[in-house]
């Protein structure tokens, strides 16, 4: 079974452009969530996807992210524009489609150098 | 707000010994807790989980302890292995979170272990 997959590995951009990072999930995966760890930092939580809908983004820290999951299989994490404290790695992890807390598992993540 | 964190950045063990990495939890309304590993240029690996209504869980070489009194939550790996070498992560939810649908993962700083051959 292929794990969860995320494209690009890494990418550098210059402040004030755009970036958009992309997270396949496991085949089956209704939960998806995104996480990102900023430099000296502890993995942080942005978003939660149940199949399309989002069910909690009390982590995303402004408008300029926006997270997309059209058809409840892959997702998009768009950074418009960038800023220099957004470089980290931000990684996707899906979870089941059963009901509670279940192990979610992390993709190999993006690594974002924004300069 | 409340975290997750760790008492030990780095922990060398030697090839064979057991190894145990700590985490302090402060919310006392946390429910479930993983371990995840991670090796350079990869992501979390999903070591093992436990829920609160239990102290104790084993998987392959590798037992989670939980002890609630104190908030703690300790990781042993027996007979660690140079591909023992990563960073762990304990990581946590709420009920509070769980029941409203919410499983987002509070981490920890994270715990470098190193295996000396």
């Known amino acids: 079974e292929a794990g969860v997959t995320q494209f690009p590995s890494h990418s550098v951009i210059e402040k004030g452009q755009t970036v958009t990072l992309r997270c396949d999930p496991i085949s089956g995966h209704d939960n998806l969530y995104w996480y990102r760890r900023v430099m000296g930092k502890e993995i942080k939580f942005l978003l939660h996807f149940v199949k399309e809908s989002k069910q909690d983004e009390s982590g995303m820290p402004n408008n300029r992210f926006l997270a997309e999951r059209t058809g409840g299989t892959y997702s998009t994490l768009k950074v418009q524009p960038a800023e220099l404290e957004d470089s980290g790695v931000y990684f996707c992890a899906s979870s089941q489609s059963l009901a509670g807390l279940h192990e979610q598992y992390f993709g190999p993540g993006t690594r974002l150098t924004v300069t | 707000g409340e975290s997750v964190g760790l008492h030990l950045p780095t922990l060398s063990v030697q090839e064979g010994d057991n190894s145990i990495i700590n985490c302090a939890y402060s919310?006392?309304?946390?429910?479930?807790f993983i371990w995840y590993k991670q090796e350079s240029g990869k992501g979390p690996q999903f070591i093992i989980d436990i829920r609160s209504n239990m102290d104790k869980r084993q998987g392959q070489r590798v037992t989670v302890l939980l002890n609630k009194t104190v908030k703690h939550l300790s990781l042993q790996i027996a007979a660690t292995q140079p591909g023992d070498s990563a960073v762990y992560f304990c990581a946590e939810n709420t009920a509070q979170n769980s029941g409203a649908g919410s499983y987002q993962l509070t981490f920890g700083k994270g715990t470098k272990l190193s295996v000396i051959p």
């Open positions: 919310n006392s309304a946390s429910d479930y």
